[in-house]
């Protein structure tokens, strides 16, 4: 089966521009996550949707963040406009558990970006 | 609160080496698993390990949950294994999936 798919996997923007990220999750998993690693920092939860729904946003650093999942497939996570200190990497999950075990993660490859 | 915590920050090592990576967590934790980040920015899960000892080819993994702690092991360690090590877990009291992360350990290993 296909894995979790994210792109860009690079993205190098201007402070103030726009920028779009983009996963797919698992075919049929309902849960997906996003998360970022600013450099040297551990990996901090974003945001949670279950099928279309926000479970939890709690994550997301400030409004200038906005995450949709359309349909209940893939998500996008757009920041607008970025700041300098939006630079990480950018991770997708998902998960057909919502809780509990979680052996079923799986993470894509992150999306880095880079605000300059 | 909710913590965990991982050692050593850093890592070198020569080819043929083994390794014992630490992980520590705040007792609202549970449910913890290691991962890699290897140098192509992929995040593998490694390990779900709650509890007990799992071991998969030259990696294995013991956590105890009742001392709170999770080690990570690599023996006859590779250029491969090179990248960061995580080690996350969940809040014990949310039914929510979210996962809590400590800084990693950076491995490099040299040929």
């Known amino acids: 089966e296909a894995g979790v798919t994210q792109f860009p996997s690079h993205s190098v923007i201007e402070k103030g521009q726009t920028v779009t990220l983009r996963c797919d999750p698992i075919s049929g998993h309902d849960n997906l996550y996003w998360y970022r690693r600013v450099m040297g920092k551990e990996i901090k939860f974003l945001l949670h949707f279950v099928k279309e729904s926000k479970q939890d946003e709690s994550g997301m650093p400030n409004n200038r963040f906005l995450a949709e999942r359309t349909g209940g497939t893939y998500s996008t996570l757009k920041v607008q406009p970025a700041e300098l200190e939006d630079s990480g990497v950018y991770f997708c999950a998902s998960s057909q558990e919502k809780g509990g075990r979680t052996d079923g993660y799986t993470f894509g490859s992150g999306t880095r970006l880079t605000v300059v | 609160g909710i913590q965990v915590e991982q050692s050593p920050p850093d890592l070198i090592l020569q080819e043929g080496a083994n390794s014992t990576l630490r992980c520590n967590f705040s007792d609202s934790v549970n449910n913890l698993q290691w991962f890699h980040q290897n140098p192509w920015g992929q995040l593998i899960n490694l390990f779900y390990?709650?509890?007990g000892t799992k071991q998969n080819g030259r990696l294995s993994a013991t956590t105890v949950a009742t001392e709170r702690y999770s080690l990570l092991y690599i023996s006859s360690s590779q250029t491969t294994d090179s990248g960061v090590y995580f080690c996350a877990g969940l809040d014990r009291g949310s039914t929510l999936g979210r996962l809590y992360f400590g800084r990693g350990t950076q491995l490099t290993v040299w040929p």
């Open positions: 390990i709650p509890s």
